[in-house]
């Protein structure tokens, strides 16, 4: 399958500080992409819809100010979790549609572990 | 009328046997239904998909099969092995992969050797 690489693998930072997570799509370019926040034991949470050149879509309840989505390229997004805290402790995963497959079947990074302190 | 509602929520099975999980979903406009596995600490990988134009597909040991009428999928997973042991998804989605999936809530199995 398609390939989404994620950066980096697993982050701690202290409460108050912000990260950012990276998303890339390898060998396919994505004008879209997805974020998702998944908790042990539980199923995937879709936070936002990132598009390439506009503004990203976010769920309800998905406070846009503190999940900052930009996607520079076709096959770069971004996500910054600003001023985190604890109870933003989670897996973050990215995924991606590949447009050149039959059913632009969407391919997911191998997720990132970020713990605030 | 988004969800995916997905069973059992945990199976054990014995290497060799058959695994099958179901998924059942209400909205009609979906027509991309994907299969996920999920190892600990992994990102979910696709398995196997399916569009509403078939009744079933097989890739390998992995079944799908999908009943339009009662708004019903499922996987099966023959002759299961240990390395099977994992988190399965079953997913829904509008116009193929290219919008966003509506996730059911997973199925932990488990297979002994």
């Known amino acids: 399958g398609a390939v989404v690489s994620q950066h980096p693998s697993w982050v701690i930072c202290k409460s108050g500080t912000s990260v950012k997570i990276e998303c890339r799509s390898l060998d396919f370019q994505a004008t879209t992409m997805f974020w998702y926040r998944q908790f042990p034991k539980q199923s995937l949470m879709l936070m936002a819809t990132?598009?390439?050149?506009?503004?990203?879509?976010?769920e309800q309840g998905v406070e846009k100010d503190k999940f900052l989505i930009n996607h520079a390229s076709l096959t770069l997004s971004t996500l910054t979790v600003t001023s985190a805290h604890p109870e933003d402790s989670s897996f973050y995963i990215c995924?991606?549609?590949?447009?050149?497959?039959?059913?632009?079947?969407?391919?997911f990074g191998p997720g990132t572990r970020l713990t605030v302190l | 009328q988004q969800q995916v509602k997905q069973s059992p929520q945990s199976l054990i099975v014995q290497k060799g046997g058959i695994s099958i999980i179901n998924c059942a979903y209400e909205?009609?406009?979906?027509?991309?239904f994907p299969w996920y596995q999920q190892f600990p600490g992994k990102g979910p990988a696709l398995l196997i998909a399916i569009r509403p134009d078939v009744s079933e597909k097989k890739e390998g040991r992995f079944t799908i099969s999908f009943n339009k009428s009662a708004k019903q999928f499922s996987l099966h997973i023959m002759d299961s092995q240990p390395g099977d042991s994992a988190t399965y998804f079953c997913?829904?989605?509008?116009?193929?992969?290219?919008?966003?999936?509506?996730f059911g809530k997973g199925t932990k199995l488990t297979v002994n050797p």
């Open positions: 995924s991606a549609p590949d447009s050149g497959r039959r059913y632009n079947e969407q391919f």
């Open positions: 909205n009609t406009a979906f027509d991309y």
């Open positions: 990132s598009n390439e050149g506009s503004k990203a879509t976010y």
């Open positions: 997913a829904a989605s509008i116009k193929g992969g290219s919008e966003k999936l509506v």
